[in-house]
């Protein structure tokens, strides 16, 4: 049962690189979300997807652009890595709106 | 605004020695409450969803209880392997489709 699945699994960046983060879920969730956790301030949502085809700003956008390719995949583009950007990022999905939300293991970004 | 305030912050147990985690929420129409499971280096694990005051849900040592304001969860005879760091969410009918708002968590420790 792989559940969610995230790559990479750790990832060193230097100030103004870009990446993409992978997301990918097999138990055919709708919803899709980007969540990022620094130490005192709990998970916070980035972005997040109701559906295939809809993406919509969390709570803390800027910085990142997110592609919800299909029903399986939602990623996470960094266009210009910065430092406060460091994070530990959790991808999550959901089967409906009321629904407990399942999560990947984390990817551990770190920008020098 | 939508929150959620965790307490205590840190809780140090002796094997045996039960015990409350806390959980207060303000929200503007709640549709649920989640307590989830994070070990070091993982994911957030789902443990229970709430939806109504006086609702209960029990799985071996815990036991998970909400009021309208806030929720505990009770450990009963705890054992080392129940160390870990214990989260609170909830999810607002007046919040982004689906988001849970995360509180920073419980982290616990049981000593043998």
């Known amino acids: 049962n792989a559940g969610v699945t995230q790559t990479p699994k750790f990832q060193v960046l230097k100030t103004g690189q870009s990446m993409t983060l992978q997301c990918a879920q097999d138990?055919?969730?709708?919803?899709m979300y980007w969540y990022r956790q620094d130490p005192g301030m709990g998970l916070r949502l980035i972005y997040y997807?109701?559906?295939?085809?809809?993406?919509d700003k969390g709570e803390v956008p800027n910085g990142y652009n997110v592609s919800r390719l299909n029903k399986r995949e939602f990623s996470l583009r960094l266009e210009s890595a910065a430092p406060s950007q460091t994070s530990v990022y959790f991808c999550?999905?959901?089967?409906?709106?009321?629904?407990?939300?399942?999560f990947g293991q984390g990817t551990r970004l770190t920008v020098v | 605004e939508d929150q959620v305030t965790q307490s205590p912050e840190a809780l140090r147990l002796q094997e045996g020695e039960s015990s409350s985690l806390n959980c207060s929420y303000t929200?503007?129409?709640?549709?649920?409450l989640f307590w989830y499971r994070q070990d070091p280096g993982k994911g957030p694990e789902f443990l229970f969803t709430?939806?109504?005051a006086g609702e209960e849900k029990e799985k071996e040592r815990l036991k998970a209880t909400l009021t309208k304001k806030e929720s505990f969860l009770h450990i009963t005879a705890p054992k080392p392997e129940d160390s870990a760091t214990y989260l609170c969410?909830?999810?607002?009918?007046?919040?982004?489709?689906?988001?849970?708002?995360f509180g920073k968590g419980t982290k616990l420790s049981v000593k043998p």
């Open positions: 969410a909830v999810q607002s009918s007046g919040g982004s489709q689906g988001n849970l708002i």
């Open positions: 929200v503007s129409g709640l549709r649920g």
């Open positions: 999550a999905s959901s089967g409906h709106r009321r629904s407990e939300a399942f």
């Open positions: 709430l939806y109504s």
């Open positions: 997807s109701a559906s295939e085809g809809t993406t």
């Open positions: 138990m055919n969730h709708n919803s």
